[in-house]
């Protein structure tokens, strides 16, 4: 007997990657293995639920990776060091997530001795990439299957399919691609598929609970967060803790408009209150205690990092190189960020440093001056404006 196609599925439970098991096993003849890599999305029991809706549609085998510490190290802990906002906006809360979790899964297929790997991504987005690009480096010799991009379906043709394989789902959840991580969770659809229309709030995961603003501390040692109110956490359970925290005022909503890798626009709504006040706090930390130019530089190879990040990039050297980069300023990043919540917005208080810059042995700014005299200025800005009044007077400028 011949032995049968071995496909590794990349599976999140979601409409498409349910959609891939059945299609697969009817269309290949094959075993379907689907893995699932939790980067801190997906509680025990959603994990469980999953697992049992993987077996239910078909799957041979089903298997979830536990990543998520290793997601916070490898990346998060970069993107927090870098201030990463895609477009001065998203924090590439699934971006990053899905180029993670297609190296855990190339991994795992070649550990498996998988004939394929496949993965559920529309031909009009950034996952089809990130995904194939990932699994090319990693699983050259690996097939790429891709039944939702090469058959261009619609969601409706999807549940159609679906239903005529008796598969019960909530039909009514398939209108949005709710994608949820330790970094934040998009909502695709519908209305984002507009350039006018706004989320309703019945789209948001995480409603507003909370009216009543008040203050808290974020404390950062070497630019990693450590302690929310004076209470130490680990990385991923302070970004948890946050996160909840935060969506109870509905912060970190918003929806991101920017430039595919296939080159065409897209638009998309998130929430991500961890990520944004850790991103925000961080910032707001930094220009107290870091020079000019380290936040220059910081400032342009975090933009190419994010970028890099968000098209698939992440093997490349180059993101070892900007990675180092990045730990190598976060020495002096220490102290406490206060920041008052309020309903779907917050503001930074101010900020407490034993590293902080503006130290007044030196001056106050706008004030009084204590390391220089008037003199020593003088001397400065007339040394300052040679270039210039040497470009002028050799060019006749008026």
């Given amino acids: 007997m011949t032995e049968k196609k071995k496909i590794v599925l990349a599976f999140s439970g979601g409409l498409d990657t349910s959609y891939c098991v059945p299609y697969l096993k009817e269309q290949h003849q094959a075993e379907i293995h689907t893995v699932l890599v939790n980067t801190g999305g997906f509680d025990r029991q959603e994990l469980a639920d999953i697992e049992q809706h993987a077996y239910s549609l078909g799957s041979d085998t089903h298997q979830t990776l536990h990543k998520t510490d290793d997601y916070y190290e490898k990346i998060v802990r970069f993107m927090i060091f870098g201030n990463v906002l895609k477009n001065n906006t998203y924090p590439l809360s699934v971006s990053s997530e899905r180029v993670f979790q297609a190296v855990a899964i190339a991994k795992y297929a070649l550990e498996a001795g998988a004939d394929a790997l496949a993965h559920g991504s529309t031909g009009a987005g950034n996952d089809q990439v990130r995904f194939d690009l990932i699994f090319n480096v990693i699983a050259p010799d690996l097939e790429i299957i891709t039944p939702i991009r090469d058959q261009q379906l619609t969601r409706e043709e999807e549940v159609a399919f679906l239903k005529e394989h008796n598969v019960d ?25 507009t350039s006018d229309q706004p989320l309703p709030d019945e789209a948001w995961p995480s409603p507003l609970r ?44 918003d929806i991101h408009v920017g430039d595919t890798i296939i080159g065409i626009k897209g638009r998309v709504g998130f929430e991500a209150a961890a990520a944004m006040l850790i991103i925000k706090a961080h910032e707001q930390l930094e220009k107290h205690v870091l020079t000019k130019w380290q936040l220059y530089w910081k400032d342009q190879l975090s933009d190419w990092y994010g970028m890099m990040l968000h098209e698939g990039q992440y093997l490349d050297p180059v993101m070892r190189n900007i990675e180092a980069f990045l730990s190598d300023t976060q020495s002096t990043v220490n102290g406490s960020v206060f920041l008052k919540l309020s309903p779907y917005r917050f503001d930074i208080e101010g900020i407490s440093s034993p590293n902080d810059l503006m130290n007044a042995k030196f001056g106050d700014y706008g004030e009084m001056n204590k390391a220089w005299s008037g003199e020593d200025v003088k001397g400065f800005s007339k040394i300052l404006s040679n270039q210039i009044n040497i470009h002028q007077s050799v060019n006749n400028y008026d």
């Fill in 210 to 253: 909370e009216e009543e603003p008040r203050t808290i501390s974020l404390a950062f040692e070497e630019g990693e967060p450590v302690s929310i109110d004076g209470k130490e956490y680990d990385p991923v359970e302070l970004i948890r803790t946050l996160d909840e925290t935060g969506s109870a005022y509905a912060i970190g909503r």
């Fill in 169 to 193: 789902m909530n039909w009514s959840e398939a209108k949005y691609s709710v994608n949820k991580g330790l970094w934040g969770t998009s909502v695709g659809g519908a209305e984002t598929l």
